[in-house]
């Protein structure tokens, strides 16, 4: 018999592989445009509402980031007494409207997301659509990184307060 002929038995199809899905997060924020668009990009910023006690039980070791297109981020925090890092670079930096960057765990280097946050203005505040591509890999953690990633919009909302 030849492979071919092998193939008229089987009883299941080959799964097919995932192409990946999307996250999205939407957040009114009570300030301007520019502040909150900062608040994406200096560190000392970041510190206040991505990462640490707020978001999960960690600690902040440093958050580096050279901002510009195609410039790099390198946020390292202490959880469960390992050093993770976050990185990724930006893609896309249309300052105020824009962000759009990659974001890779050391928990997993070869897996690699794209987050895309859009802001638009609405009188004082600032409405926030952030959207998590992620790849077939993390499909089984999606309410997952849906969760911290709500919650870090919400940390960032009480910034504003």
Known sequence: MTAEQFSMFETESPAKKSAGSSISVNKT??????????????????????????????????????????GEFDYRVKRNGKEISHQGKYLELAIPNTLIFSWTESTAPEVTSQI??????????????????????????????????????????????
């Open 29 to 70: 924020i009570n300030g301007k445009q520019q502040n909150v668009f900062d608040h994406w990009l200096i560190p000392v910023f970041v510190g206040e509402w991505m990462f640490g006690p707020k978001i999960q039980a960690e600690e902040i070791i440093s958050l580096e980031n050279t901002v510009r297109r195609n």
């Open 116 to 161: 895309s946050v859009q802001f638009s203005e609405a009188g004082d505040k600032t409405r926030l659509k952030l959207t998590v591509k992620l790849p077939p890999e993390l499909d089984l953690e999606r309410d997952r990184i849906k969760d911290t990633w709500t919650a870090r919009c919400k940390a960032l909302a009480e910034k504003f307060k």
